[in-house]
Nanobody, 122 residues
Framework: VQLQASGGGLVQAGGSLRLSCAASGSTFSSYTMGWFRQAPGKEREFAAAILWGGGFTYYASAVKGRFTISRDNAKNTVYLQMNSLKPEDTAVYYC????????????????WGQGTQVTVSS
């Protein structure tokens, strides 16, 4: 599985962005998909995940209520809608895929996209 993330950019606090992650490969629909983020000098952290069927989603407490993860298996794409952005959301955002071992631990994910920068100004 190859992943290509896009949609990052510079936005003012309170604004919105929508990240996309396009996947190659016919087995996309069987993977749990996650979004992680890494701020400068910090560890990569879990943000959101969605199970293969799309019926179950999980969020880090820092983003719950503001971010929404979704997927379109017909388009091999997962999305992260980010609303009410805050300066502390500034980070490189990575999409990742795993075959269903879990969803919160980054070491459960086998495949990673290249990352897309999100910068939120105050």
């Amino acid at each position: 599985v190859q992943l290509q993330a896009s949609g990052g950019g510079l936005v003012q606090a309170g604004g919105s962005l929508r990240l996309s992650c396009a996947a190659s490969g016919s087995t996309f629909s069987s993977y749990t998909m996650g979004w992680f983020r890494q701020a400068p000098g910090k560890e990569r952290e879990f943000a959101a995940a969605i199970l293969w069927g799309g019926g179950f989603t999980y969020y880090a407490s820092a983003v719950k209520g503001r971010f929404t993860i979704s997927r379109d298996n017909a388009k091999n794409t997962v999305y992260l809608q980010m609303n009410s952005l805050k300066p502390e959301d500034t980070a490189v955002y990575y999409c990742a895929a795993n075959p269903g071992r879990g969803y919160r631990n980054r070491y459960d994910y086998d495949y990673w996209g290249q990352g897309t920068q999100v910068t939120v100004s105050s």
